[in-house]
């Protein structure tokens, strides 16, 4: 199961502190994001923060759910922060970038509306990098144990002696 | 108690796979004293070791070797490497089974009789018939301890069957119930009771539901008869100048060749590996592949008429709570070509888990309009349909040389188009399943189009006419008198109804012939 991300022990003032705007709903520093509000914070290793940010806004445009917070997201797509896929995943978000652009934003997290971005991905959804972080996602995001619960699905029950004596058949509306 | 034989022994009959098929069959040869080496690419795993999570029982126990896909079907596109979610297993892919266990219709054995000509579909009558299979089905029916046959009581319905049960009543169908399930409904039985847990798709950790790994290779095993070797791949069927088989060529655990000696080969691969298996068993003598004279070996794949429907309400079902195939409604199993189709198909209730349900339901999809069913997870209830589809002779499965397995073996390529009259079904299925939950106030309806196939049938097909197929009546191969085919890919037809049950009386009747012969001294 992968770990939750947790703040690294910065207030919220430290964070906006040593942070730099990046737009949409971030806070980008050096080496690291973090939720306005220091719900969460994650360190960057590879990747631009700015570039980490606007992955995990384009997993929530991809898969948008209101009522999951984003650090699942950020856990969705923080294994493409290594070595070994940085330049792939700089060069995509560098690709959505220069589309906001000619769309007349400064960059892909400026844009306000998850409509307008929405636009952006797909024109660019045959690109071999959008399904790659599409199809990252499908596991990456639905089979997190931690968002089962917000969508009501309640995993494993064999340890708990299935359902025969815990609403198998409880439907009472019908 | 397990008999080990030695690879010199040819006194041996040795079965190629454990799931329905073969591990049946190894099973009840060895009841009657027949000796048997049960080959099985995949490792045991146990009711104790099944995992309720659905991607890590994935990981635990499908066949995920390479393959290959072409055609114009879905799958092709959206699940290019996995053409069917099968497994390896010892027990095969019923541990992974629903457990729906039913008969075929009579007429369904004579297909090509009852439907006449359907243009591009290599229709055939089935060389045996419903009164000859009646009393192979309840020694398979007893076996599996399927429900509401015998004195086996029904299933109790869970909430994703009373929101089906509600709709289908409503609509005027009146034949609908929690089916006949090789599951344990009592506890007066060998096997525990279902414990409505869910997860029946990841192996039941109760063991209430049937499995030959469970079942049928451990019983086989007591006999002293049975020797059952996981981590075995058979790469090859070694024949003689005669043209009979002499034994096999198998990857051991350790990834070295070994060859066991034989007196008859089984082969129970599932309908790709099958094929694809006599394909690269091809000899100077042999050169199309071994019991190919008829050019028949992979083609006419049938994967059944699929799709299922999932319907959002605006309340709680919770589907995922107890069985996963927790009913069914049959009245449209009949023949009736004023639907605009020949052939039937059931409607059965199924549920995913969220995971799976991400990956299914609407492969490739992505945003809010996806989004939206899955926040509505909770409240979703939902069906599969399965259908008989049309044989075809260029659905077939060949031998991909450019693609190797880890073994350096041609993989198999699943070749697959729609026939006109499986789409043709596929929409009125649809309909009718979207027509179910509209009768209970769903909100929103999902035509959700097939998952990679879990029934894979016909590739080796049964013919009286040694030109039509591979098999004779007895599963025996029209050109090598001592290879046999002992699973799905015997199939000539497909008829409506989930196969299982048909497999396993097919596995149960061969044993029974071969015992025979071979006590006879015919073979
Ligand atoms: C999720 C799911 C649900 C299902 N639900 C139902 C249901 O409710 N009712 C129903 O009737 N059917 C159901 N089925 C289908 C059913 O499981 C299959 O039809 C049946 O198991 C097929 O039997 P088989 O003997 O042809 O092959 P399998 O059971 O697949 O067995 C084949 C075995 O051969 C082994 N093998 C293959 N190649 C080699 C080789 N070269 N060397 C050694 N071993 C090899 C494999 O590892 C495997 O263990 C379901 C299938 C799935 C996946
Ligand atoms: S629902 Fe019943 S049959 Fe299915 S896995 Fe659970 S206990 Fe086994």
Redesign the interface.
């Known amino acids: 199961m992968p770990e939750k991300v947790r703040p690294k022990g910065l207030t919220r003032r430290q964070l906006l502190s040593r942070s730099t705007a990046a737009g949409g709903s971030f806070v980008v520093g050096a080496g690291f994001l973090a939720a306005p509000n220091g719900a969460w914070a994650m360190e960057t290793a590879a990747l631009k923060p700015e570039t980490m940010a606007a992955l995990v806004q384009m997993a929530r445009?991809?898969?948008?759910?209101d009522?999951v917070g984003d650090e699942y997201y950020v856990i969705a797509v923080k294994g493409y922060d290594t070595a070994d896929a940085a330049e792939g995943i700089e060069a995509g978000i560098a690709k959505l970038n220069a589309a906001a652009q000619a769309a007349g934003h400064d960059s892909y997290l400026s844009m306000g509306w998850e409509r307008d971005r929405?636009d952006i991905l797909r024109a660019m959804e045959d690109d071999p990098f959008f399904q790659q972080i599409?199809g990252g996602l499908?596991?990456g995001?639905?089979?997190q144990k931690a968002v089962?619960p917000i969508?009501?699905?309640?995993?494993?029950?064999?340890?708990q002696?299935?359902?025969?004596d815990?609403?198998?058949?409880?439907?009472n509306?019908? | 108690m397990t008999a080990p034989f030695d690879l010199s022994d040819d006194s041996v009959v040795v079965v190629i796979g454990t799931g329905a098929g073969g591990g049946v069959l190894a099973n009840e040869l060895a009841q009657k004293g027949v000796s048997v080496v049960a080959l099985e690419a995949g490792g045991r795993h146990l009711p104790e070791d099944f995992i309720n999570d659905e991607w890590d029982s994935f990981g635990q126990l499908a066949w995920t070797d390479p393959r290959t896909t072409s055609g114009d079907w879905r799958v092709a596109r959206d699940f290019s490497g996995l053409p069917a979610w099968i497994v390896k297993s010892v027990g095969g892919t019923t541990q992974h089974w629903a457990g729906a266990s039913l008969r075929f219709q009579e007429h369904e054995w004579k297909a090509a009789t009852t439907y006449g000509n359907v243009e591009g579909a290599t229709l055939l009558d089935w060389p045996i018939d419903a009164a000859e299979m009646d009393p192979w089905y309840t020694l398979a029916e007893d076996k599996l301890g399927v429900t509401r046959t015998g004195d086996r009581p029904g299933l109790p319905g869970n909430n994703n069957y009373l929101v089906f049960e509600k709709g289908a009543k409503a609509l005027g169908y009146r034949d609908v119930h929690t089916g006949r399930m090789a599951i344990n409904s009592d506890d007066k039985r060998d096997r525990l009771m279902c414990q409505q847990t869910g997860f029946c798709f990841q192996g039941c950790k109760w063991g209430a539901k049937w499995s030959a790994g469970y079942v049928d290779v451990p019983a086989g095993e007591a006999t002293g008869n049975l020797e059952v070797r996981p981590h075995s791949h058979v790469a090859r069927i070694l024949h003689n100048e005669a043209g009979k088989v002499t034994g096999v060529e198998y990857f051991d655990a350790d990834g070295n060749l070994q060859m066991q000696k034989a007196r008859i080969v089984c082969v129970a691969g599932n309908s790709f590996e099958s094929p694809r298996l006599l394909l690269n068993s091809a000899s100077s003598m042999f050169p199309n592949g071994l019991a190919n004279s008829s050019d028949q070996v992979g083609r006419n794949y049938m994967r059944h008429m699929t799709g299922s429907v999932y319907a959002v309400f605006d309340k709680p079902v919770k589907m995922w709570r107890g069985t996963t195939m927790a009913g069914i409604i049959t009245d449209e199993a009949r023949h009736d070509p004023s639907r605009g189709f020949v052939g039937g198909y059931e409607m059965e209730t199924l549920s995913l888990g969220l995971p799976f349900m991400a990956a299914f339901l609407d492969p490739g999809a992505w945003g809010r309009e996806f989004t939206t069913a899955l926040d509505a997870y909770e409240n979703m209830a939902g069906m599969w349909l399965v259908g008989e589809d049309m044989p075809q002779a260029t659905n077939r499965v060949t031998l991909n040389t450019d693609v190797e397995d880890q073994h350096g073996l041609p993989v198999a390529n699943v070749h697959f188009d729609d026939h006109p009259n499986d789409i043709a079904m596929r929409n009125h299925a649809y309909q009718q399943g979207v027509a179910v939950y509209d009768a209970v106030g769903a909100t929103r309806t999902f035509p959700t189009p097939p998952y990679p196939s879990t029934h894979n049938l016909g590739t080796n097909r049964m013919s009286e006419n040694p030109e039509d197929g591979v098999v004779n009546k007895w599963g025996q191969t029209h050109d090598v008198e001592n290879l046999f085919v002992s699973d799905g890919s015997q199939f000539t037809t497909g008829a409506a109804e989930n196969p299982t049950l048909t497999i396993v009386a097919l596995a149960i009747r061969q044993a029974d012939h071969i015992a025979r012969e071979m006590g006879a001294g015919n073979i």
Do not use: C, K, M
Not at chain 1, 61 to 65: E, F, G, L, T, V
Not at chain 1, 161 to 164: A, E, F, K, L
Not at chain 1, 166 to 171: A, L, P, S, T, V
């Open positions: 445009d991809i898969y948008p759910h009522q929405v599409r499908v596991t995001l639905y089979n089962w969508f009501g699905y309640e995993g494993a029950s064999f340890e002696g299935g359902y025969i815990r609403g198998f058949n409880d439907i509306w019908l």
